[in-house]
């Protein structure tokens, strides 16, 4: 099975691209005149055990196609989406160059993305919009404010006080305000400079600190030889699931068994890719991101370290994932904090995944 690639210019962490209903018409009036019955919301299914026939799955990836989503590549080159019904699985690269999942997965040119909770907040909240969260890949966000020990380090979030922060426009400025006000530091105790994914400006002392991911900016300085430091936002007050699987509601009602079939792959891919982080790695840096110039070492340490936050006591209860009830509440609170008055049953639906794992209690 074969699956188109979509290649970014940069390999550096994040840009997570806000959306609002109104920038939907233009990509909804495309899925309505280019999907066929087969594509990712479409399909088909007789409903029979081993009887399938799905399709094209298309799947919105929040980033460039690095080892992030060794689940995905390994679900795909080991057969197990086309054991679960579809014909070809087409993983759609987000990043700099790519559409936010929100937006993919409501103009149907996708019929589920990654995302995270604050991702879809706002759209929720203020535009009313059908999504849900049905799964979470990471557990913990690897979210993490980056500063070098032999400059000026930043170990707690009182260290952020007086200090020049790099800070990506969007959602990850979002989610660092949302930061500062679960710490109790007003904005204007410090100075917030835009910039974009390149941690260069730290080096540089441009910045004192830089907004990143602990598996991928945080790596690359590591391995630069760079006295890194870093004040996770899941350690310290903004507990946000990360790499979150969001779809319509009404992709829940209407196409039930074609998700809960892609979650058995996707469970089924990220057991492995848990227990062989370096194929994974490999997948990502000759195969599916063969022309981002993806470097082996950072792909195979990112592989390697992300399993902490896929794999927990949790999910080794009831599976990868899943998404307990103290999990979603944390993640609740924290988007209050941020300014959004929603309840769990407002963001969340974990049916599908009980389901799934009643149905293949062997997943576990």
Do not use: H
């Not at 170990?155 to 922060?165: N, S």
């Not at 310290?236 to 969001?246: C, K, T, Y």
């Amino acid at each position: 099975m074969k699956t188109p690639r979509t290649s970014a210019s940069a390999p550096t962490r994040r840009v997570v691209i806000g959306t609002s209903l109104a920038a939907l018409g233009a990509l909804s009036l495309a899925a309505c005149g280019g999907a066929d019955a087969e594509s990712a919301s479409g399909g088909s299914s007789d409903g029979g055990e081993g009887a399938a026939d799905y399709g094209t799955l298309d799947i919105n990836l929040s980033w460039i196609k690095n080892a992030e989503f060794a689940g995905e590549y390994m679900a795909i080159d080991r057969g197990y989406f086309e054991e679960a019904g579809f014909s070809e699985v087409n993983l759609i690269a987000g990043g700099p160059s790519g559409t936010s999942s929100e937006t993919m997965v409501l103009s149907g040119s996708a019929i589920m993305g990654t995302t995270s909770p604050l991702g879809v907040a706002p759209l929720i909240q203020d535009e009313e919009a059908p999504l849900k969260i049905i799964g979470a890949t990471y557990q913990k966000n690897p979210f993490t404010i980056i500063s070098l020990g032999d400059a000026a380090p930043i170990a707690t979030p009182a260290d952020l006080v007086g200090k020049k922060i790099g800070v990506q426009t969007g959602v990850n400025e979002t989610l660092f305000d949302g930061f500062l006000a679960a710490n109790g530091i007003d904005a204007a105790q410090l100075e917030k400079v835009p910039v974009q994914y390149d941690p260069q400006p730290l080096v540089n002392g441009e910045v004192d600190g830089f907004f990143g991911y602990l598996t991928n900016e945080a790596l690359t300085l590591e391995l630069a030889r760079e006295d890194v430091v870093n004040l996770p936002l899941a350690d310290n007050g903004l507990p946000f699931m990360a790499e979150s699987i969001v779809v319509t509601q009404d992709s829940i009602e209407t196409q039930r068994d074609l998700l809960k079939a892609a979650l058995v792959a996707l469970i089924r891919g990220w057991k492995d890719a848990i227990a062989e982080p370096d194929e994974g790695a490999r997948l990502a840096v000759e195969d599916y991101g063969q022309d981002l110039g993806l470097d082996m070492e950072k792909e195979t340490r990112q592989a390697e370290e992300q399993v902490a936050l896929v794999s927990t006591d949790e999910t080794d209860a009831n599976g990868l994932l899943t998404m307990s009830d103290e999990l979603m509440q944390q993640n609740v609170d924290a988007l209050v904090a941020a300014g959004y008055d929603l309840t769990v049953e407002d963001y969340f639906d974990t049916s599908l995944l009980e389901e799934v794992y009643a149905e293949n209690p062997d997943l576990i």
